[in-house]
T-cell receptor
Framework: TQLLEQSPQFLSIQEGENLTVYCNSS?????LQWYRQEPGEGPVLLVT?????EVKKLKRLTFQFGDARKDSSLHITAAQPGDTGLYLC????????????FGTGTRLTIIP | DADVTQTPRNRITKTGKRIMLECSQT?????MYWYRQDPGLGLRLIYY???????NKGEISDGYSVSRQAQAKFSLSLESAIPNQTALYFC?????????????FGPGTRLTVL
């Protein structure tokens, strides 16, 4: 069973601060996705990274895929209350068995 | 209207009861999934289906069964519910041709087994 460990599990910071969330595994993934989930709703895709070392930016959010495709990070600059939510990384393996493995989640709270 | 709907949204039941959770989609996707979410554990895959009548076990299929009789519908059953099946359940759909198999989730069903 592939495991994706996210850290920290909980993070509460003031509006305007920067933060980084980590997603780590001992397994190699063909691609990795980040989802955000708000209370009472299902997760919604933010980004997919595919190539080792790839960096993608989505406004104030920067996503990076590790060179070995075993880990990823999400950096938020100048956090805003609207960034509050549960952030989930998820890795695809396509080695003859396509299944998505989700990380353990990071619950982020931005204090106004 | 939502593309992926789940019914019921909330359910409280007793140990030993049979429960069915329904999922419907209007996205026209062939692939459908059932996940379970527990605090600190993320989402874990229960069953998935790549086409009508195609059924595949996921990570935690014991105690669950599914049915895919139509492209748009995928139901999850708990034959004899037990308290450790208390969780948030999500249905999802995907099309592997779209954005690296992006998962489109329903709003979830909160199940409590007493």
């Amino acid at each position: 069973t592939q495991l994706l460990e996210q850290s920290p599990q909980f993070l509460s910071i003031q509006e305007g601060e920067n933060l980084t969330v980590y997603c780590n595994s001992s397994s190699v993934f063909s691609s990795l996705q980040w989802y955000r989930q708000e209370p009472g709703e299902g997760p919604v895709l933010l980004v997919t990274v595919v190539t080792g070392g790839e960096v993608k930016k989505l406004k104030r959010l920067t996503f990076q895929f590790g060179d070995a495709r075993k880990d990823s990070s999400l950096h938020i600059t100048a956090a805003q209350p609207g960034d509050t939510g549960l952030y989930l990384c998820a890795g695809w393996t396509n080695f003859g068995n396509e299944k998505l493995t989700f990380g353990t989640g990071t619950r982020l709270t931005i204090i106004p | 209207d939502a593309d992926v709907t789940q019914t019921p949204r909330n359910r409280i039941t007793k140990t030993g009861k049979r429960i069915m959770l329904e999922c419907s989609q209007t996205k026209g996707h062939d692939r459908m999934y059932w996940y379970r979410q527990d605090p600190g554990l993320g989402l874990r895959l229960i069953y998935y289906s790549f086409d009508v009548k195609d059924i595949n076990k996921g990570e935690i299929s014991d105690g669950y069964s599914v049915s895919r009789q139509a492209q748009a519908k995928f139901s999850l059953s708990l034959e004899s519910a037990i308290p450790n099946q208390t969780a948030l359940y999500f249905c999802a759909t995907s099309n592997p041709q779209i954005h690296y198999n992006e998962q489109f989730f329903g709003p979830g069903t909160r199940l409590t087994v007493l």
